[in-house]
C-alpha cells in the first residue's frame, strides 16, 4: 500500500471517510492524498479580468483551508504521510488525474447511506467515480460507519467471469495486512454451476490460495439485495466486495431504477475492484 487518494469537502462523510483511513490502515506505510475540487465556470456578468480574480481568490481560499488541515494531520498522526491537491476541474476528471499522477493505490470515498425508499445508498458524486474510475479498486464508506477491525471479508461473485492477478491484487494485500478471513459467496440463481463457472471457481480458488478462504452459495430470500445484506448482518461481517463487471450483482444493480437501487442499503463499507482484462 502507498498512495490512498480521498476526495474531500469538509463534510462529514469526508472526514469520517479519512478517519476510516486512518484506522484500516494503521501501521501501513502510505501517503494520504486529500483532493479538493471546485468548478471553474466563469461568470457573465463579470468581466474576464474578475472572473480570473474571482477564480482565483477561491483558489487560494480552499488550498489554505487544506494546507491547514495537513498540518494539523501530520503534527497529530505520524504514521502517515499527508499530501494535498486542488483542483479546478470536474470531479472525475480530477480523480482520474490523480490516480496517474500519483500512482494511486485506491481511492476512498464516503457516502451519505440510504435512510428511506427515496434516497440512494450510493451518491451521484461517488457513482460518477466509480464509472469513471478503472485503474483502481474504489472503497465506500457510509457516512454512520464506524471502523471495526476487520475480522471477515465477505467477497460476492456469480463465476459468470475468469479472474486476473492484478484485479485481486489489492484484496489480496489488504487481507494478508489485516489477516482476515475472506468468504466468497454465490448469488446466482442457478442450482448448479456451469463447466465455466467451475473453471472460474477453480481460478479463484488458485489466485487466492494462501489466504484464509472459505466458498459457500447463498440461497435467495426474496432478493440479491435482501440476501446479501441478511448475511452480512448475521455473520457480522466488516467489508462486503464486488467486481465492477457486467455480470455481476453490482452493475445489474446500476442498471435498476431508484426505488430498487435505495433496496441496497450496505451498513457496511462496499470495495469495488476494477475489472482488469
Known amino acids: 500500500m502507498k498512495n490512498i487518494l480521498i476526495p474531500y469537502n469538509f463534510s462529514e462523510v469526508a472526514i469520517?471517510?479519512?478517519n476510516y483511513t486512518k484506522q484500516l490502515f494503521k501501521d501501513v506505510e502510505?501517503?494520504?492524498y486529500l483532493l479538493d475540487v471546485y468548478i471553474s465556470q466563469p461568470s457573465e456578468l463579470l468581466s474576464d479580468e474578475e472572473n480570473e480574480k474571482w477564480f482565483n481568490e477561491m483558489d487560494?481560499?480552499?488550498?489554505?483551508?487544506?494546507?491547514?488541515?495537513?498540518?494539523?494531520?501530520?503534527?497529530?498522526?505520524?504514521?502517515f504521510k499527508y499530501d494535498y491537491i486542488v483542483a479546478s476541474n470536474s470531479l472525475t476528471k480530477a480523480v482520474t488525474n490523480t490516480i496517474k499522477e500519483k500512482d494511486i493505490d485506491v481511492v476512498i470515498t464516503g457516502t451519505k447511506g440510504a435512510k428511506s425508499l427515496?434516497?440512494?445508498?450510493?451518491?451521484?458524486?461517488?457513482?460518477?467515480?466509480?464509472?469513471a474510475v478503472n485503474e483502481c479498486p474504489i472503497l465506500v464508506v457510509p457516512m454512520n460507519y464506524k471502523y471495526k477491525a476487520l475480522h471477515q471479508i465477505v467477497f460476492s461473485t456469480n463465476y459468470?467471469?475468469?479472474?486476473?492477478?492484478?484485479?485481486?491484487?489489492?484484496?489480496?494485500?489488504?487481507?494478508?495486512?489485516?489477516?482476515?478471513?475472506?468468504?466468497?459467496?454465490?448469488?446466482?440463481?442457478?442450482?448448479?454451476?456451469s463447466e465455466n463457472q467451475q473453471r472460474n471457481k477453480v481460478k479463484l480458488r488458485e489466485l487466492l490460495q494462501e489466504l484464509n478462504v472459505v466458498y459457500k452459495k447463498?440461497?435467495?430470500k426474496d432478493s440479491e439485495t435482501l440476501t446479501l445484506e441478511n448475511h452480512i448482518e448475521e455473520t457480522e461481517s466488516e467489508l462486503l466486495v464486488l467486481i465492477n463487471h457486467k455480470y455481476n450483482f453490482f452493475n445489474r444493480l446500476l442498471d435498476e431504477n431508484v426505488i430498487k437501487k435505495s433496496a441496497f442499503n450496505s451498513k457496511i463499507p462496499l470495495l469495488i475492484l476494477p475489472e482488469i482484462v
Open 60 to 79: 487560494n481560499e480552499i488550498e489554505d483551508e487544506l494546507k491547514y488541515l495537513i498540518d494539523v494531520l501530520r503534527r497529530e498522526d505520524t504514521s
Open 30 to 32: 502510505a501517503t494520504i
Open 16 to 18: 469520517n471517510a479519512l
Open 118 to 131: 427515496t434516497e440512494i445508498f450510493i451518491g451521484t458524486n461517488t457513482m460518477k467515480i466509480i464509472n
Open 160 to 193: 459468470k467471469r475468469t479472474f486476473t492477478v492484478r484485479e485481486l491484487q489489492f484484496l489480496v494485500n489488504l487481507t494478508t495486512i489485516k489477516k482476515s478471513l475472506i468468504e466468497v459467496v454465490n448469488l446466482s440463481e442457478e442450482s448448479f454451476l
Open 218 to 220: 447463498l440461497d435467495w
